[in-house]
């Protein structure tokens, strides 16, 4: 035990030698590490956990309507039959998919039987849908698809733990890029090139919100399948990143980059659909 406490101060001294700092630096770094990994998975695995109880839920509540409805089309549509349905309705709403939610927002008593068909099929769709995403020990037996395996493992064994890493790597690269960025600030000696810094940094974050509110809008099947839209879309892109290219050369871009952005964005409303 003494010998690895020596090697393992010797090792210290090798690498940091008489800097103490860079051993406090780094040390701290170890230390809210830790802190900032154990917070995150503490919390994801809370929310795994309540999503887990919730998803239970809301097969059991959506399984019941499926059965409500299957009776209510078998019997006689009284007011009786109605307020059972409706109640079933209620329990299952916040569950349902904002599609199902609208069409069953319509029933009514005089509903027909084919439209009844309709709404079993979506329901059978959302419960198959919610069943292949359930992280049950219990179902997995009697899966032997290896992937689904695979992905069962995944999901309740290394998902938190690689979310977790990730999540951690990224706030203290945030912590990094804002600590350099204050060095850098101070090391700007200028009023004006303080402000060219500044100036920077919000083109910086306006771009990136404007590249995710394009890709968000393609996701979302929003953007009009247009000649404006395809001369738009690479076009404002490309200007963006030209413009960010050239800021150490002539400062001034800055203002006009942030010009052209707010009118990119503007613009963005007219490809829409």
């Known amino acids: 035990m003494d010998k690895l406490a020596e090697l393992l101060i010797d090792t210290i001294n090798s690498v940091f030698g008489e800097d103490k700092f860079s051993l406090i630096f780094y040390l701290g770094i170890f230390l809210i590490s830790i802190l900032l990994f154990k917070e995150f998975k503490n919390k994801i695995s809370e929310e795994s956990r309540y999503t887990r109880e919730q998803l239970d839920i809301a097969l059991k509540v959506l399984l019941d309507l499926k059965f409500g409805l299957v009776s209510f089309k078998a019997t006689t549509k009284s007011l009786e039959s109605f307020g059972e349905i409706k109640a079933k309705i209620l329990a299952a709403f916040p569950y349902l998919s904002i599609k199902l939610s609208e069409e069953l927002q319509n029933i009514n008593i005089n509903i027909q039987d084919n439209e009844i068909d309709v709404l079993l099929k979506d329901i059978e769709t959302e419960i198959n849908g919610l069943k292949n995403n359930q992280d049950s020990s219990i179902v997995m037996m009697n ?131």
Not at 200 to 221: G, P, Y
Not at 236 to 242: F, N, Q, T, Y
């Open 143 to 273: 899966n032997y698809n290896v992937l689904a395996n695979m992905s069962y493992i995944y999901r309740t064994r290394l998902h938190t733990i690689f979310v977790s890493t990730i999540m951690t790597l990224m706030t203290l690269l945030f912590i990094l890029i804002v600590g350099f960025i204050y060095l850098a600030f101070a090391e700007v000696d200028s009023v004006l090139n303080r402000y060219y810094f500044i100036q920077m940094l919000i083109n910086l974050m306006v771009f990136f919100t404007h590249l995710i509110l394009i890709a968000n809008f393609f996701q979302e099947e929003k953007i009009k399948n247009s000649l404006f839209t395809w001369i738009y879309v690479p076009l404002s892109l490309a200007i963006s990143i030209v413009l960010l290219t050239l800021y150490t050369k002539w400062l001034w871009l800055t203002i006009l980059h942030f010009v052209l952005l707010v009118v990119m964005i503007w613009l963005l409303k007219k490809i829409l659909k």
